[in-house]
Structure formats: C-alpha cells, structure tokens
C-alpha cells in the first residue's frame, strides 16, 4: 500500500511540473490602417489565434506600412523584418511571373468564395506557384469585390471613352485598357490617392469599397459600372523559417486560421463594398452602366488578352498556357468552380 501511495505521489509531482506552452509573440505587418476592411479582417484573425491558442499565441499589429512596403513585401518577410505580413505578389516586378498574370484568368467567377476555389485550382495545376513562394508559408489567399472604372472628371459612358485616359489598373488588366485606347498604369492601391488628387490619374480600376476606404470620394466623381472579373492570389503570410521555428501546437492553430482569415477578408469586403456605394451616392458621385455591347466587347478582349499572357510566360521558362487552360475548364457557365473531380 505504502508504494501505491509514493508511485501516486510520483505521478502527481510529475503532472505539477510539466512543461507550460510558451507565450510567443508575433508581429504582423501591413501598409493598411486599422480602419480599413482589410486590417479588420486581420484583426478578427489576431482574435480568433489568441483565442484558439489560449493566450500563448500573441500577435501584435504594425499597421499603416510601418515596417513592410507594398512592392518588396515577400522579399522582407522571407529576410525577417516581420514575422507575417500582408504581401501583394500582384504589384512584385520580378518573381512572381505566374501569380501576378494568372489573376487575369477568372473570367466567369462573381463571387470572392469562386475566385478562392479557382486560385486553389490552378495552384494545383502548376509547380511554379510553389516556386514564386519559396521560402514563404501562405496563411489566407484573396479575393475581392468585382470593380468599375472610377474617374476624377470625366464621365465614362462606354468603351471609347476610355481613349487617351490615364488609368491604374491591375497587372492582368494593362493589355485590356491600352487595346482600349487608354494609357495604363500599374501602382500600388496605396499610391493612387495622391495620384487622383494631383491629376497624374484620371482614373483607377476599383470596387466602390474604396470611395470609403481609400477615401476616393474625396478625388472622384464619376463611377462607370461594368463587369471586369477579379482575380485571387496569396494575400497574407509569414517566412517558412519562421513557421517551422514554431511549436507542432502553435504551428497547427495557424493553419486553423487560414479558413478563418480567408472567411473574414470576404465578409468584411463584402460590408465595405456597400458602404462605400452608399458614401459615394450621398456625395454625389454619378454613376453609368457600359451598354451591354460594350460588355461583350470587354468580356471578349479581356479573354483575348490574358490567352496572350498565359502564352507569354513561356519566355521565363513557365507553361502559363496550361494554367490558362485550367482555368477555361474549371469555370462552369452558371460562375461555380468545378476542379479535381469535385465541386468548391
């Protein structure tokens, strides 16, 4: 009986002194402020791994581009200078030849769920999306809300209105809007209120989330409704380094929160994207619709000009025609995502 108790008293002094879950801390980094739809979806991620990790998983916020840049983000994370970040391989001007045109491939997806579930397609199809991350573990991909044309001061009515405007767009989009007359230019988000208020844009590609958020309503009067398909693409992330550095535990609450922070970026868009429709019209900002030819025309050169894309990549060594293909198959007619076998 004697030995019962003291082998008792063994275990119970063993379970007293094992090891606790080291708090650790993690700075996450992004050029956007803490007002801004995407830094509210970051901050109900921050909430949802704190939560799930029990206090031992903290991160802290750099919020308005404190210590990442928009252009060199990966390259920053991949060296340290935060530990996960808000990275936009779309505006990278080497590295990412795949990632940053295959945004022009989602002809046919309306919803940020389809754009999601047609990005993880076509990652599918290709070693070359894992090749332009290296080096980096992608923790949520990203959508966004389907965007018009806003213009500082002139109105657009249709296509030919376009001639001789200087327009930010998206990389997938700069063969479209010069094909169209228009003279392109590729900046970050970031940069383009400046732009609009100097008159070095006339206009911006952009969804009417951004009268609110980018505060373009207090640049632009003019807002041309059409339908230009959005591409997805790796959004948020954090050096592979510094991932596997984390404990099994830490590491699997943050792959719990990939859902999570992908779930959150499409809600809070989706409420920014009426708010900022319901701003622009109380300062009345006009608005157009393209005229349903004009569409076709659009719907049919943006088709064109991203086959090109795809085909152009093979000057890097990358099969981007396959990927383009991939895509073509994967959308069905009615916008949903048919990949592997399965429905997403």
Request: proline share 5%; aromatic share 8%; hydrophobic share 45%.
């Amino acid at each position: 009986m004697k030995l019962w108790w003291m082998g008792l008293l063994a275990l119970l002094v063993a379970c007293s002194e094992a090891p606790q879950q080291a708090v650790v801390e993690l700075v996450y980094a992004t050029p956007y402020g803490a007002a801004h739809p995407f830094s509210q979806a970051d901050q109900a991620w921050i909430d949802f791994v704190e939560a799930r990790s029990g206090g031992t998983l903290r991160i802290r916020p750099s919020w308005s581009g404190g210590l990442l840049s928009s252009e060199h983000s990966m390259l920053e994370l991949r060296h340290g200078v935060a530990d996960i970040g808000l990275i936009t391989p779309i505006y990278v001007k080497g590295g990412t030849h795949l990632i940053r045109l295959q945004s022009g491939f989602y002809s046919g997806t309306s919803t940020m769920q389809q754009q999601l579930a047609l990005y993880r397609c076509l990652e599918a199809s290709s070693p070359q999306f894992a090749v332009e991350l290296q080096g980096l573990k992608v923790l949520a991909v990203q959508g966004g809300s389907l965007p018009g044309i806003i213009t500082t001061e002139r109105p657009l009515a249709s296509l030919a209105d376009l001639q001789g405007l200087r327009i930010r767009g998206p990389t997938e989009l700069l063969g479209v809007l010069e094909a169209l007359g228009a003279d392109p230019v590729n900046m970050p988000m970031g940069d383009v209120y400046s732009a609009l208020a100097k008159g070095v844009l006339d206009g911006v590609v952009a969804p009417t989330d951004t009268f609110r958020a980018l505060h373009f309503a207090d640049v632009a009067d003019h807002y041309l409704q059409m339908v230009i398909p959005r591409g997805a693409y790796p959004a948020r992330a954090m050096s592979q380094a510094r991932f596997a550095a984390l404990s099994p535990a830490h590491q699997q609450v943050l792959e719990e929160g990939r859902p999570v922070w992908e779930a959150a970026l499409i809600d809070k868009n989706s409420v920014a994207l009426d708010d900022g429709l319901a701003l622009a019209r109380a300062e009345g900002v006009t608005f157009a619709t393209l005229p349903a030819e004009d569409q076709r025309a659009f719907d049919a050169l943006y088709l064109s000009v991203a086959e090109e894309n795809a085909a152009s990549l093979s000057r890097y060594g990358i099969d981007g025609a396959t990927v383009f293909a991939a895509s073509r198959r994967s959308v069905q007619p009615d916008g949903s995502v048919i990949c592997s076998g399965g429905s997403r």
